[in-house]
């Protein structure tokens, strides 16, 4: 069982992961798996509203170490440079690879409810919380021609 209290995100903030991890000797070291849960900072992408964003990861990778057990001799580096290592202290450390999983898991546009409003775009004016007094009407002139198409009047030339 995980209960990890004091995680700390790319941002300096910090956080509870909690989950299960198997650890599994195989032929060339360790494969771990979790499943964890855990809770962000993020910012809603259409208020700017400070949320926690929910995540469950399931991580499952391979951790290669880099000094022998037995021996003490350091082990040969794998071809692959982004492999996950065991220190030379024999840690298996799962912070990058949480880090990753978050990264590819969390959503593109974050939303503090799914029928957020989001901002006034002349006024800024969060209108979640109450409506702006910005005209309605308004619209680049450029559409003219559309808007006059949508009221029913006729087409020039």
């Known amino acids: 069982e995980v209960h990890e209290l004091d995680v700390v995100a790319d941002d300096g903030s910090r ?3 909690e989950g299960t991890l198997s650890l599994l000797r195989t032929k ?3 494969l771990a798996k ?3 849960r855990l809770h962000y900072p993020e910012v809603c992408s259409r208020c700017l509203t400070p949320i926690e964003v929910p995540l469950e990861l399931h991580i499952e990778e391979e951790y290669q170490p880099t000094v022998d057990v037995l021996t ?3 082990s040969p580096r794998p071809e692959d440079p982004s492999a996950f290592l065991i220190d030379e202290h024999h840690v298996l450390d799962l912070t ?4 990753q ?3 590819l ?3 593109m546009q974050p939303l503090c409810r799914p029928d957020c409003a989001g901002l006034c775009p002349v006024c800024g004016q969060n209108l979640n919380e109450s409506p702006c007094a910005c005209p309605r009407d308004e619209y680049d002139p450029r559409w003219s021609a559309l808007a006059k198409l949508a009221q029913g009047e006729p087409r020039d030339g």
Do not use: F, K
């Open 15 to 17: 956080g509870l992961v």
């Open 105 to 107: 898991s969390a959503p």
């Open 28 to 30: 060339s070291g360790i």
């Open 96 to 99: 990058e690879a949480v880090r």
């Open 34 to 36: 979790a499943t964890l």
């Open 101 to 103: 999983y978050r990264v």
């Open 72 to 74: 003490g001799a350091a």
